[in-house]
């Protein structure tokens, strides 16, 4: 049997004053209190002896030493299967992802819906990037969601280009990511871009093996991009609304994924993750990890501990007083 934290042993020494004081000899009292006072203060005899009760007490207090402790026993490494679908999730900060037709704007709730996303597929590697003109890597396949999630709420955008939207770029980004894979899963949070054809994107796509599931973000009616000055204005001095480009759905439905317009439900989002582990259940990539199979045993200690505990301090009075 080993121990985690072994040096918390060392507080079974303080057990040897404590019990020299439990086991002092009552006579030595009497220097300091009267009979009458030190009869109140004794301990009266009952089912289990003074004696035994302080016993139990000290077997407490040092089994309670030894929970703290941490016992365990190490049976040594084991092997783990595990199967996980890897996953690219590609978030479009084009300044269009800052409109405010939805609230508080497209890249907002985008960063709410894949929360919900993640929550819903622990069985995958997850990797995020950004992307604009260019994309950019924001965090490798990993499985620690909750470092995603954290990276993804406070995704910095001041020093990146908003200008324009390259799914291509994109698509670029992700091949090169998981070019060890023979297919390759890419989740888009877009409002579609400018294109009105996607074909170059399409033909990539099909030629390196990614298959496409879009949530895109926005209204048919639009909105317009709020500033520190107003509202976006172009070189006329015009207003500039943007709307929802629904001319994407091509781009996923033509590489094998799915298409999903964004509504306000919390759980519609769970519909692409179902759809993904739909399509890659036979591709899960299988890997073998070595764990330590420890087994702890502070549990045993600590609740026998509790139980010398209340046998010292609640047992039974030989008689009970008889009142007139």
Do not use: C, W
């Not at 289990?48 to 941490?70: C, D, E, N, T």
């Not at 890597?137 to 954290?150: G, M």
């Not at 871009?193 to 093996?209: P, Q, V």
């Not at 781009?251 to 989002?269: T, V």
């Amino acid at each position: 049997m080993l121990f985690k934290s072994p040096e918390l042993l060392m507080f079974l020494v303080l057990l040897l004053p404590i019990g020299i004081v439990l086991y002092r000899k009552r006579e030595g009292l009497g220097k300091y209190f009267s009979k009458e006072v030190l009869k109140k203060l004794q301990l009266q005899e009952g089912v289990v002896s003074v004696g035994m009760k302080s016993g139990f007490l000290l077997l407490s207090l040092a089994l309670m030493v030894i929970a703290l402790a941490r016992p365990y026993i190490d049976h040594g490494e084991i092997k783990v299967k595990s199967s996980t679908i890897d996953l690219i999730v590609g978030f479009d900060i084009s300044r269009s992802m800052f409109a405010n037709d939805v609230y508080p704007n497209r890249l907002s709730l985008a960063k709410e819906k894949f929360k919900a996303f993640s929550n819903d597929f622990k069985e995958a590697k997850i990797g995020v990037i950004g992307f604009s003109s260019r994309a950019f890597l924001i965090s490798p396949l990993t499985e620690d969601f909750n470092t995603l999630e954290y990276l993804v709420s406070h995704m910095n955008t001041d020093s990146v280009s908003l200008r324009g939207t390259s799914i291509l770029d994109a698509l670029e980004v992700t091949a090169d990511l998981m070019k060890e894979s023979d297919k390759k899963a890419f989740m888009l949070f877009t409002d579609g871009g400018d294109n009105t054809t996607f074909d170059k994107e399409i033909t990539y796509a099909k030629a390196h093996n990614i298959v496409l599931y879009i949530y895109n973000i926005g209204t048919k009616k639009g909105g317009v991009i709020p500033t520190d000055h107003g509202a976006l204005t172009d070189k006329n001095g015009d207003i500039v609304v943007v709307h929802l480009n629904e001319a994407i759905k091509t781009l996923a439905l033509e590489s094998g994924g799915a298409y999903m317009q964004y509504s306000l439900k919390r759980n519609d989002i769970k519909a692409l993750a179902d759809a993904i582990k739909k399509h890659f259940q036979n591709a899960k990539e299988e890997s073998i990890d070595m764990i330590r199979d420890i087994k702890e045993l502070f549990i045993y200690p600590l609740l026998a501990g509790i139980l010398f505990l209340f046998a010292a301090l609640y047992s039974l009075p030989l008689k009970r007083r008889r009142y007139v």
